[in-house]
């Protein structure tokens, strides 16, 4: 095949938008030393790459996924397991205890400011001088 044409690869891949961003997916690929399927015969990246797709020298499945991870801003990063975190209280786990303790300080009748971590020292029952 000594020349590839849009033809060649529109039986494989029918949108041809599509086809660019494979193609271009996997000129990237080549670019960063991917594995060539097929000689290369003096020919740049994208004539190979597009080369490859019409002959099934590539899966376009690992294709498409790579190129969707290329494109992601966001990547999900796996959390680890409750068994390497016991013992560590998240910052969520705290928000939550303290919301619980001033909700059973409201129901014993003692405001938020009667308790010992008032932020005033007492200062709020001193009347005011004038």
């Not at 020919?43 to 499945?61: C, F, H, M, Q, Y």
């Not at 975190?85 to 205890?97: H, I, K, Q, S, Y």
């Not at 303290?98 to 932020?119: L, R, T």
């Amino acid at each position: 095949m000594a020349r590839v044409t849009v033809e060649d690869c529109v039986m494989k891949v029918p949108n041809r938008f599509e086809l660019v961003l494979l193609a271009g997916q996997r000129a990237r690929d080549i670019s960063g030393g991917a594995r060539l399927t097929l000689d290369r015969d003096n020919d740049k990246n994208p004539v190979v790459a597009l080369r490859e797709i019409a002959e099934d020298g590539v899966s376009l499945d690992l294709l498409q996924n790579a190129l969707i991870q290329g494109l992601q801003k966001h990547v999900e990063v796996d959390e680890p397991e409750d068994d390497e975190m016991e013992g560590f209280a998240t910052e969520r786990d705290l928000v939550f205890e303290a919301v619980a303790n001033e909700d059973e300080m409201v129901e014993d009748g003692m405001s938020i400011s009667d308790g010992p971590e008032s932020d005033l020292g007492g200062l709020e029952d001193t009347p005011d001088a004038e």
